[in-house]
């Protein structure tokens, strides 16, 4: 069992009916003193409790919450010899589901007693790390909004997403993919790492945390009949077949915006921008699972 830290977002997640350090207990106290659990208390402080854990030497510092705390964790991590584990309690949990962490809590705990230890690669927009999605347009426009909507979970994203659906409309860009330049709208410009944003809605079915390239899928626009299409393709997996969006493999790239879109790491919505350099660090993090 290694020494593992648990980094524990006490607000993630639509439901919390669980004693989270009573169950970790039950699963890990056996060996007193080879695990701590340290609260998050603001956005941004999960990075410093994981960079200081693995400098005290800690094996595995574990994210327990959702996307964005595994976000933070992950950062903290980067360039350092701890992996990174993950124990789902977030919305969407999507880098857990590509990674098939068990979403029960009691399962993922029994397997991150003894985990395998392996490597992932990790994504950047304009120098922030991700190690899931980020994107430009509507699904950063959502992102937005769904932060503001005062409760999370599904049917929340669901309203939100349906609810700003009828308001959003494209930007103009310049977007250079390894060298290949396409004039286009973006309704969404998403670079994927792992397959999936939450809730088995994939993106990108075929991406691959391990191949040193990120899968970008390109919709120019969202009419309803295409809309219906691109929905029922991410949540049959099959999206690149439906003939809704447009795809490339890359290891880098460059947009331009002819104004200012949103933009989102990990479904945390950071701003809006004109220029963007998104680029993947090969096999950057150590992630146990």
Known sequence: MPKTCFILNPIAGPSRRYDMPALIAQHFGALEGNYEIRLTQAA?????????????????????????????VGRGLLGTAAALGIVPQGSGN?????????LGLPAALRRLATPDFSRMDVGTMNGHPFFCTAGLGFDAHVSQHFALAGSRGLST?????????????????RVELDGQVEETNCYVLA???????????????????????????LIDALPV????????????????QSNAA???????????????????????????????VIDLLPMALAVAV
């Open 157 to 173: 994203y669901l309203r939100v997403t349906l609810r700003e659906y009828r308001r959003y409309l494209p930007v103009p860009v």
């Open 225 to 240: 009949i295409r809309a219906m299409k691109v929905s029922l393709g991410m949540a049959l997996g099959n999206l690149p």
């Open 44 to 72: 941004g402080h999960a990075v410093e409790l994981a960079r200081a854990a693995s400098a005290e030497g800690f094996e595995v510092v574990a994210a327990v919450g959702g996307d964005g705390t595994i976000n933070e």
């Open 94 to 102: 999507g880098l857990a589901r590509h990674l098939k962490v068990p």
């Open 191 to 217: 670079f994927a790492n792992a397959s999936q944003y939450g809730n088995n809605a994939y993106i990108a079915p075929l991406a691959d945390l391990r191949d040193g390239l990120l899968d970008v899928c």
């Open 246 to 276: 447009e795809y490339f493999r890359v290891a880098r790239g460059r947009v331009t915006a002819q104004a200012p879109i949103g933009f989102h790491v990990d479904g945390d919505y950071l701003g809006h921008d004109i220029e963007f």
